[in-house]
Every structure is written in C-alpha cells, then in structure tokens.
T-cell receptor, first 115, second 112 residues
Framework: GAGVSQSPSNKVTEKGKDVELRCDPISGHTALYWYRQSLGQGLEFLIYFQGNSAPDKSGLPSDRFSAERTGGSVSTLTIQRTQQEDSAVYLC?????????????FGPGTRLLVL | QKEVEQDPGPLSVPEGAIVSLNCTYSNSAFQYFMWYRQYSRKGPELLMYTYSIGNKDDGRFTAQVDKSSKYISLFIRDSQPSDSATYLCAMSVSGSARQLTFGSGTQLTVLP
C-alpha cells in the first residue's frame, strides 16, 4: 500500500508569513509524529498524536507552532509568523501504535525555507 | 553535551569494505537502540532494532550494543554503492516510538 505522504515537498516563504504542512499517514496507523531536521542536526521530536489526541505538546519549539489531526488520519502542522530559524526539513511518521517495538514509517519530508 | 553523539563524517569507503558506524550516549537508562538509513531527500527508514545488550545480525548488517561503555555500533560488510546514505542512530528508555532520541547522522559514501 501507499506509504506516508507529505505536502508540499518544498515551501519557500517570507519571514512573518504563516505556513501549513500536511501529512497523510499510512491507512490504519493510529500514531502520527512530527519531527524537524535541521542541517547537520538529528531529528528533533515536535509532537505525536494517538488518534486525534496530542498528549504531549512539550516538544513544540514555541507557541507559533501548532498541530492538529482530524478523523484519525490527516495531520497539519502550522507555523505562524515564520522566522528564518524555522527553515528545516519537517518530517512526519506514522506507526500502528505507540507501544514499544512499533516501527515508525517516515514520509519524504517538507523542505521549508524562510527568507 | 548532547544525549546522543554521532560523528557526522563524511565517511568515504571503497566498495566491498567493512564500514563501522558508532554512537555514544550519556543516558544510562536507554535500553532500546535503533539504526535508521536516510537516502538523500527521503525520510529515514528503520534498518536495525535491538533491545538492551549484545549483537544482532541481519544479512550484511550487524548492530552491537555495549551498555557499560554507552556505545553502539553498526557494521556493514561487503559495502555497496547502494549503501551510500546518512545513517542515524536512535535510542529510547521505554522503546516507545514517541520517545526516541536521535543522533545527528553519519554521511556514508561507498565508491564503486
């Protein structure tokens, strides 16, 4: 079946504008994760969803970042008033559940450039 | 100091060489250790998953965990140009996918 898909693949925006990043997880996966990957850095965990609920939002870098998930499927990550330091690859992953040993399947990412 | 340290490379080896990739960590509570492979402009994919200590073999890949030294390794035997990618280590206390801590990745190039 289809893997995790993300859109857009690339996004260039001006500082101060809002952006929305979309993630379509693998069908039937209840858990969904957002990460940020900056150049030369590891994956920085942002937030995860179990169903439509996000139990832990402490990984979001600032209150300009928010995320939602509807219907237990598609998720959007919104960055308001973008800053240049927000430039990174934003990766989404999904897994059947959040339990130990569950494999995460990653999407190709959205490359965000804030000018 | 980062919780997980990984030499960024780049590492360049000839085809057929044995490759050794390593990570060190500071949190002694980590019990689950993973290696991911990430091709250029793609998302990471899980390569190896180990619990606690010891070795795990999967074809040309061997993962080793040395908890006393807080050191994990991934060995690639008979390396191929298709192994050229960035390799990320990841680890967690509980094994839950929501609590992974990643290394920054090592960029590997296998030359034909």
């Amino acid at each position: 079946g289809a893997g995790v898909s993300q859109s857009p693949s690339n996004k260039v925006t001006e500082k101060g504008k809002d952006v929305e990043l979309r993630c379509d997880p693998i069908s039937g996966h209840t858990a969904l994760y957002w990460y940020r990957q900056s150049l030369g850095q590891g994956l920085e965990f942002l937030i995860y969803f179990q169903g439509n609920s996000a139990p832990d939002k402490s990984g979001l870098p600032s209150d300009r970042f928010s995320a939602e998930r509807t219907g237990g499927s598609v998720s959007t990550l919104t960055i308001q008033r973008t800053q240049q330091e927000d430039s990174a690859v934003y990766l989404c992953a999904s897994s059947l559940d959040v339990g130990a040993g569950e494999t995460q399947y990653f999407g190709p990412g959205t490359r965000l450039l804030v000018l | 100091q980062k919780e997980v340290e990984q030499d960024p490379g780049p590492l360049s080896v000839p085809e057929g060489a044995i490759v050794s990739l390593n990570c060190t960590y500071s949190n002694s509570a980590f019990q689950y250790f993973m290696w991911y492979r990430q091709y250029s402009r793609k998302g990471p994919e899980l390569l190896m998953y180990t619990y606690s200590i010891g070795n795990k073999d999967d074809g040309r890949f061997t993962a080793q965990v040395d908890k006393s030294s807080k050191y994990i390794s991934l060995f690639i035997r008979d390396s191929q140009p298709s192994d050229s990618a960035t390799y990320l280590c990841a680890m967690s206390v509980s094994g839950s996918a929501r609590q992974l801590t990643f290394g920054s990745g090592t960029q590997l190039t296998v030359l034909p």
